[in-house]
């Protein structure tokens, strides 16, 4: 019976650890786990690595256990990498801190046009691309077909996953046409 217990307070113990934030119902109850999206009064958070969502009204507070000292901003240190696109006719540029790609953007071009297009992107920790916005600064052409199409390959590409960053990290895609 001691052991018993001793094991279950040591897996109390040990997701309250790994827990990041906690979430205080008018309840009284307190759930612990990784607050991962706000949405439409809707708070997403995972307990373990299972999505929950609860309604704003329903919450007390909200405490955040963790410091997490990187704010997701893209800072100009990032080293730039390189990986082909998934159709292997061209080669794509990223810069995203603690962030490695492992889907590439599957690409196209059905005309003649050219010229390189910047994709700012926004990743959550999971590794997906929530928002592009194409031809930021950086991209040599206003044309609308090459924009729309990098902004379409960008939704695709997958990131590692990484639940220590912040909630959002920025990046830059930089695909050359």
């Known amino acids: 019976m001691i052991k018993v217990l001793i094991g279950a307070a040591m897996l109390l113990i040990s997701s309250s650890v790994m827990a990041q ?4 119902l008018k309840t009284g109850d307190k759930i612990e786990g990784v607050v991962m999206e706000l949405m439409d ?3 997403t958070i995972y307990v373990n690595r299972q999505p929950k969502k609860i309604m704003l ?17 893209l800072k100009s240190e990032t080293p730039i990498r390189k990986i082909k696109s998934a159709d292997g006719g061209y080669m794509v540029e990223y810069q995203i801190l603690d962030r ?5 953007p599957r ?6 046009k050219r ?8 990743v959550n920790r999971s590794g997906t691309v929530l928002k592009v916005k194409s031809g930021v600064t950086g991209s040599t052409t206003s044309d609308e077909y090459l924009l729309t199409k990098a902004e379409y390959a960008c939704k695709g590409i997958k990131f590692n996953e990484y639940m220590k960053a912040p909630l959002e990290t920025k990046g830059l895609i930089t695909i050359h046409y």
């Open 115 to 122: 010229g390189t297009v910047v994709v700012e992107v926004i």
């Open 100 to 104: 490695n790609m492992i889907q590439a």
């Open 41 to 43: 009064d809707e708070l």
């Open 57 to 73: 009204r329903d919450i007390s507070s909200i405490f955040f256990d963790e410091y997490v000292p990187y704010d997701g901003s």
């Open 21 to 24: 934030h906690s979430v205080v």
């Open 107 to 112: 690409l196209s071009n059905a005309t003649e």
